[in-house]
T-cell receptor, first 113, second 113 residues
Framework: AQSVTQPDIHITVSEGASLELRCNYS??????LFWYVQSPGQGLQLLLK??????LVQGIKGFEAEFKRSQSSFNLRKPSVHWSDAAEYFC???????????FGKGTLLTVNP | ETGVTQTPRHLVMGMTNKKSLKCEQH?????MYWYKQSAKKPLELMFV???????ENNSVPSRFSPECPNSSHLFLHLHTLQPEDSALYLC????????????FGQGTRLTVV
């Protein structure tokens, strides 16, 4: 069965600081990996995705993520956080053997001024 | 604006009421989904429609009844709900059921009283 673990329920960073949100997945075949962001009261917006190829993927709003097969991880990073990045972030996995997306429980990001 | 529109944005209903949630996508996609997002739980896939045919029902209680009259519209009919059904209901669409890249609407916040 596929699963996603986001170990950090809540992270607080200062504006301008770097950010890394962790995501570990379990999937029996080649995974397709996604990061979504959800602002309060809103739906989910796709930040970036990994299907194949270069393991470092760039997304919108200055985010990037690195796929590490050996660690079953797909961590999200941003070098300098802005106050508008405060939101909840969801990692998800799907793929060629099971097209359903499985989501993690999310990480809530708070940005201090 | 993601191309997926949900109405209403907020809904309060009694346990004996009947109401419907509406989702419309303007992306030319052929697959549509209903997800349930409850506090402190991962997003739960409820239903999948591909080319108007239901391809997945994730053991959802019969008090939730989906309808997909065409590839652009998806409804979720609600009747005799329970307070634990209060949640954010998210609609999503993708190119087809094999495409794991989903685009989400802003959701309907449902409160059952």
């Amino acid at each position: 069965a596929q699963s996603v673990t986001q170990p950090d329920i809540h992270i607080t960073v200062s504006e301008g600081a770097s950010l890394e949100l962790r995501c570990n997945y379990s999937y029996g075949a080649t995974p397709y990996l996604f990061w979504y962001v959800q602002s309060p009261g809103q739906g989910l917006q796709l930040l970036l995705k990994y299907f194949s190829g270069d393991t470092l993927v760039q997304g919108i709003k200055g985010f990037e993520a690195e796929f590490k097969r050996s660690q079953s991880s797909f961590n999200l990073r941003k070098p300098s956080v802005h106050w508008s990045d405060a939101a909840e972030y969801f990692c998800a996995v799907g793929g060629s053997s099971n097209y359903k997306l499985t989501f993690g429980k999310g990480t809530l990001l708070t940005v201090n001024p | 604006e993601t191309g997926v529109t949900q109405t209403p944005r907020h809904l309060v209903m009694g346990m004996t009421n009947k109401k419907s949630l509406k989702c419309e996508q303007h992306l030319g996609h052929n697959a549509m989904y209903w997800y349930k997002q409850s506090a402190k739980k991962p997003l739960e896939l409820m239903f999948v429609y591909n080319f108007k045919e239901q391809t997945e029902n994730n053991s959802v209680p019969s008090r939730f009844s989906p309808e997909c009259p065409n590839s652009s519209h998806l409804f979720l009919h609600l009747h005799t709900l329970q307070p634990e059904d209060s949640a954010l209901y998210l609609c999503a669409s993708s190119q087809d059921w094999r495409s794991t890249e989903a685009f989400f609407g802003q959701g309907t916040r449902l409160t059952v009283v």
